[in-house]
């Protein structure tokens, strides 16, 4: 399994979105440069945050983004599944994949399973608190 540049920039992206004080929104634009992500790239990883409901946004005058709870709310793990789908090491595991015809006599099903396992409880023993180093940096 490998976490692609959109897993990794979706992480980045909301370690930034924490920091802004409480309550504030944050452009994109601003947001993009301080962690030098392509903005079209932001563009295309805030979708699919906002309609899972990890961040909002208001339009017009002082909008922008903003996390919707505290960043001690927010595992690691949820952000990647919201932007890299299933954390499956194997296609078998992974969500609306066929059932694998040899599943019943696998002898290695266990093994994978397990390892699926350890990737979603480490990615889920982390928060997005414990890399928000200072929320009012702005």
């Not at 399973?113 to 409880?121: D, P, R, V």
Request: glycine share 8%.
């Amino acid at each position: 399994m490998k976490i692609s540049t959109r897993g990794r920039y979706s992480v980045r992206y909301m370690i930034e979105l924490s920091r802004v004080p409480e309550g504030g929104f944050s452009s994109l634009k601003d947001l993009a440069s301080r962690q030098e992500i392509p903005f079209k790239y932001i563009e295309s990883i805030v979708p699919p945050l906002v309609k899972n409901g990890l961040i909002e946004s208001r339009h017009g005058k002082g909008g922008g983004y903003r996390i919707t709870k505290d960043p001690s709310e927010y595992t690691i793990g949820e952000i990647l599944r919201v932007t890299e789908g299933d954390l499956s090491p194997v296609a078998c595991l992974s969500c609306g994949e066929t059932v694998c015809s040899r599943k019943a006599d696998c002898p290695t099903l266990g093994m994978w399973m397990e390892f699926k396992e350890l990737i979603n409880s480490y990615f889920d023993s982390k928060k997005l608190s414990d890399f928000v180093i200072n929320r009012e940096l702005f």
